[in-house]
């Protein structure tokens, strides 16, 4: 099992998120092709996150997921510690859609520097960026964020992005991609996030209408609001994305992010 965790408790944000190998792959010896990154250690309770899917039959994708999450946050990030503006939904826009540009251009510079076609490094980004009283998101490809208040009532902030065909998308690095980059944004700050790939995508929307499962997403964020701060919880999050629950409805890789948000 190839695993990427992350967990923290920092500045009134819970966040934990893993990405696992799918039993497909499991199968046929490929490593975990997606990934996810976030940041939450900025002042005034800012959030950034990202999850990225790398394309199944580009060689390299895993460096391209993975060099993706991680240039789109830590140029957002750097782009926020560095700026004198108040953090608005305008402000906000423009960083996660710079971020996304940036993040393609790390994926261009990468396949040069490798020697390597740039569709080797395939992927799909769903960039986050939460402020006190603000949230904006950039998505190129499927997966979705799903939010929800303090009620608990989930709902889709971005829409998975579905090509003409089943299990065909835009990847970052596709020629069309910045026609197809969808950017969000809502003077809001949800109780709770949750990004993910495709590869859970069936088993927490409703495939008729992309309506959040809440029977999913609330005992998953009840656990994580009721362990205590500090404490490694991502072992518990790679168990359930590696159990049969998941694995029966899926062989693909698969990647959740949980951020819960204290009150400020």
Known sequence: MSVAPSSETARNWRVIGASVRGTSHVRTGQ?????????????????????????????????????????AVEFARLSILHTSARLSEGYLRDTVRASVLLARSGLQDEARRIGANVRDLSATLLLVICSRDTMAAAQIGDGAVVVSGESGEYRLFTTPQRGEYANVTVFLVSRNALDS???KSEPTRPARIAMFTDGIQN????????????????????????????????????????????????????????????SL
């Open 31 to 71: 490593p975990c092709q997606d990934s996810v990154y976030h940041r939450a250690d900025l002042s005034d309770g800012v959030l950034i996150a990202a999850v990225s899917d790398g394309a199944g039959s580009a060689a390299r994708s895993e460096i391209g997921s993975a060099l993706a999450v991680r240039k």
């Open 203 to 262: 088993l927490v929307l409703d495939a008729a209408t992309d309506t959040p499962h809440a029977r999913f997403f609330a005992p998953v964020f009840q656990w994580l609001e009721s362990q205590p701060d500090g404490s490694d919880h991502s072992p518990a999050l790679e168990e359930l994305l590696t159990s049969p629950r998941v694995t029966q409805r899926t062989d693909d890789d698969v990647t959740l992010l949980l951020a819960s948000s204290a």
């Open 181 to 183: 980059l969808e950017v």
